[in-house]
């Protein structure tokens, strides 16, 4: 291969993108330049809190339905803590969570240490 095709060989690869005419900052073009952004800053303003709100209530009623579902014998308890936990925002949910994926049957040395504090 010579020399010259060599350049005209680098010239052909560099020329697309050295030419300013090719060059466009954006896809969109006119209207749609404006709207499309003004169109995803109202789905984020509309529907996110919406998404937000759902998400919270279903990770708010997950603690009542594991209770329900393992027939807890303190469902009324994670019911009430279910209720602090949209007082508080969500700071209690961890713990409502673990009372109520826990089963209903306490060891015997539980049960004492419970027994003696009721006391």
Request: net charge positive; with cysteine.
């Amino acid at each position: 291969m010579t020399a010259g095709q060599r350049l005209l060989r680098v010239a052909t690869v560099l020329a697309p993108g050295l030419a300013p005419g090719a060059a466009s900052a954006s896809l969109l073009h006119g209207e749609t330049l404006d709207s499309l952004p003004m169109g995803m800053a109202w789905f984020a303003v509309i529907a996110m809190p919406i998404v937000g709100i759902a998400i919270f209530w279903q990770l708010h009623v997950l603690p009542g339905k594991i209770a329900a579902k393992r027939h807890h014998p303190q469902k009324d308890a994670i019911h009430v803590l279910r209720l602090l936990l949209l007082a508080f925002g969500g700071l209690l949910w961890p713990m409502s969570c673990a009372r109520g994926s826990r089963g209903g049957d306490l060891g015997r040395s539980q049960a004492r240490r419970c027994a003696s504090i009721a006391l």
